[in-house]
């Protein structure tokens, strides 16, 4: 094993049996089919047969079948494997397997040893060894998350005030980037400041951020009870997130009818489809289907409202109504409106009837000899058509690797081999063999 190939595979899903299909064999019982597998490399079905074998009590096999992997070093695996021992009961061990990986400069291992630690009562220990790298973005999130436990908030507090320009004001989401850019830190230190109590200051710090903080200023109000005032920032700027959580706030307290006027005021406002859609949910969860069609067909209805997303949930809200027919009579009207096809459901289909737009070189009927290379934008070449030969009449042979090689640390491209069909499959021809555990 390898531990590039197996990050490769694992990340892209390629040339592996997926969790898809490997949670599909253990409802089905197949079991010892995904045991079989594990050995052979395949990831998922190790990690999910180290598991059960750890719920049965085996947790001794369960390591014997991580251990190849863990062999090759690969981080996910090591990851996988403590918390393994974690949940058996074994954080001593875990602690150790991932301190090993840590001593080796894995770029992961940090984080993920001073949790441990801070789960396991060492939260100061964790915290000494944060220190050094506040500057790195996502280890000074877990620095303020073990602040707490640590019982070093402000000293926390005072790191992250230093990185923080005093006249610093950030514009919009791309102001300032870098490794802990002065716009995390202030969320940061907002967190810091909600946990010691201090609200309004944590309210007045995310006031000044950008607007990918409108989010986390929404959910502060909210959870300390600042209805008024979430009120205003969302009717406001309008931001989605605060529409969003003042309405779920206005629902958790059985304030429906308030929950439905911010939506409808946030669309009358604003032509976004997730409001239109946020809103039909809302109806839909307290028994007011048909007020939710209604407001998906306008969404729908509306110019340049009919997109994927919107018909689907419009249909959905039909299904559950029980009203299918209604649903395919309205595709069945749009399709009739878009001149017999859906197409894109973006823009109109054009009006001769072209699937796609022809470039403008292109001639009425460029032939068939022609086409392919004005469709792709340059002229044909005057020996199209013709071998290409060398100066001696041969025939040019093919390159060696008619594929660019591989990356380092990724897997060759395998193209799959063209087969021209020949008609129906003969009758004879032997059925190819079922995979091993096949679903019946």
Known sequence: MDADDLDYRARTRSECVPPELVARLLERGHAAVVGELAGGGEWFCAREWARLLGEWGRQAEALDVLAPYLATGWWTATETAAG???????????????HTRMLLGHPHALESYTRLLARHGRAREAFDLLLPHVDDDSLARVLVDISGVAGRDEETATLLAAR???????????????????????????TVRERQGRVDEAIA??????????????????????????????????????????????????????????????????????????????????????????????????????????????????????????????????????????????????????????????????????????????APRRDAGRRRTHRGGRRR????????????????????????????????????????????
């Open 84 to 98: 393994l021992l974690e949940d058996w009961g074994r954080a001593r061990e875990a602690i150790e397997l991932t």
């Open 205 to 378: 710090l995310l006031r000044i951020t950008s607007v990918n903080s409108c989010g986390r200023l929404a959910g502060l109000l909210a959870r300390h009870d600042r209805i008024e005032e979430l009120r205003a920032y969302a009717m406001t700027k309008h931001h989605g997130d605060a529409v969003r959580r003042l309405a779920e706030l206005l629902e958790e307290r059985g304030d429906v009818e308030g929950a439905v006027a911010v939506y409808r005021q946030a669309g009358a406002a604003s032509d976004s489809g997730n409001v239109a859609v946020r809103l039909a949910e809302l109806l839909a969860r307290h028994g007011r289907g048909e007020e939710a069609i209604e407001v998906m067909r306008a969404k729908a209805d509306a110019p340049g409202g009919a997109v994927d997303w919107i018909l689907d949930r419009l249909c959905t809200l039909y299904a559950d109504q029980g009203r299918p027919q209604d649903a395919l009579d309205y595709l069945d009207g749009l399709k009739a409106r878009r001149g017999g096809g859906m197409g894109t459901v973006l823009d109109p289909p054009p009006a001769d009837g072209r699937l796609w737009p022809r470039r403008r070189s292109c001639p009425a009927d460029p032939g068939p000899s022609r086409g392919r290379h004005l469709v792709r934008g340059r």
């Open 164 to 190: 923080i320009p005093a006249d610093h004001r950030c514009d919009g989401p791309w102001c300032c980037r870098g490794r802990l850019d002065p716009d995390t830190a202030i969320g940061l230190l907002a």
């Open 397 to 440: 042979p093919r390159p060696a690797h008619p594929c660019p090689p591989p990356r380092p640390g990724r897997l060759p491209h395998r193209p799959r081999p063209h087969r021209r069909r020949r008609g129906p499959p003969s009758a004879a021809r032997p059925p190819a063999e079922p995979f091993p555990g096949h679903l019946a």
